[in-house]
Nanobody, 125 residues
Framework: QVQLVETGGGLVQAGGSLRLSCAAS????????MGWFRQAPGKEREFVSTINWSGEMTYYREFVKGRFTVSRDNAKNTVYLQMNSLKPEDTAVYYCAASSRTSGLSTLVAHYDYWGQGTQVTVSS
């Protein structure tokens, strides 16, 4: 089992920045690809970004490219999501997730085995 805890959410004005952290316990994160997803009220959970086990491969949804950066520190068992130039439409609960799949990166919710409880990000206009 992997337990994931997200921190770093909060209220920020449009154009501001936040850095989300996802700390893992139970197993080493280096065995997993990691993903960030978000869910706004009344909407389905959607993919934001993913990073492979070593950090050498990343992938982003188009709407965050150039603004968000995913990274990981396996020695600290932590994954990060740096979010810059935030927009009101980025408002959502952000979740990190771990995937044991070894065949590339996935954008699908169903491909992730473990999930954190989420952290709220609110961007005011």
């Amino acid at each position: 089992q992997v337990q994931l805890v997200e921190t770093g959410g909060g209220l920020v004005q449009a154009g501001g920045s936040l850095r989300l952290s996802c700390a893992a316990s139970g197993r080493t994160l280096s065995n997993y690809a990691m993903g960030w997803f978000r869910q706004a009220p009344g909407k389905e959970r959607e993919f934001v970004s993913t990073i492979n086990w070593s950090g050498e491969m990343t992938y982003y949804r188009e709407f965050v490219k150039g603004r968000f950066t995913v990274s990981r520190d396996n020695a600290k068992n932590t994954v990060y999501l740096q979010m810059n130039s935030l927009k009101p439409e980025d408002t959502a609960v952000y979740y990190c997730a771990a995937s044991s799949r070894t065949s590339g990166l996935s954008t699908l919710v169903a491909h992730y085995d473990y999930w954190g409880q989420g952290t709220q990000v609110t961007v005011s206009s």
